[in-house]
């Protein structure tokens, strides 16, 4: 049975810095896809970061230069490292773990990110 369960939000002043995680569970980490996709009150679900199962990473612009996503292979576990953060990224954040043709999308529960002073 495949689980995703996110961890690593909280409460965080403008321009602090958190680090989100992401475990998977399954024998599907290797071969997955994931991303970090966000969704903030009243607006639509977004894609924050992504990195392919050969390491290749990808941003949304607002967060370029200030997130950082990882994957650890041995650890069959994602990270976004968010720093710099702003009240305008208050959200709660959710990974996605997928094969590349489709196969397989497993979705985690989401963890609440606030950032406010």
């Known amino acids: 049975q495949v689980q995703l369960v996110e961890s690593g939000g909280g409460l965080v002043q403008p321009g602090g810095s958190l680090r989100l995680s992401c475990a998977v569970s399954?024998?599907?980490?290797?071969?997955?896809?994931l991303d970090w996709y966000r969704q903030a009150p009243g607006k639509q679900r977004e894609l924050v970061a992504a990195i392919s199962n050969g390491g290749n990473t990808n941003y949304v612009d607002s967060v370029k230069g200030r997130f950082t996503i990882s994957r650890d292979n041995a650890k069959n576990t994602v990270y976004l490292q968010m720093n710099s953060l702003k009240p305008e990224d208050t959200a709660v954040y959710y990974c996605?773990?997928?094969?590349?043709?489709?196969?397989?999308?497993?979705w985690g529960q989401g963890t609440q990110v606030t950032v406010s002073s």
């Open positions: 399954g024998n599907i980490f290797s071969l997955s896809a």
């Open positions: 996605r773990a997928r094969h590349p043709t489709g196969w397989y999308d497993y």
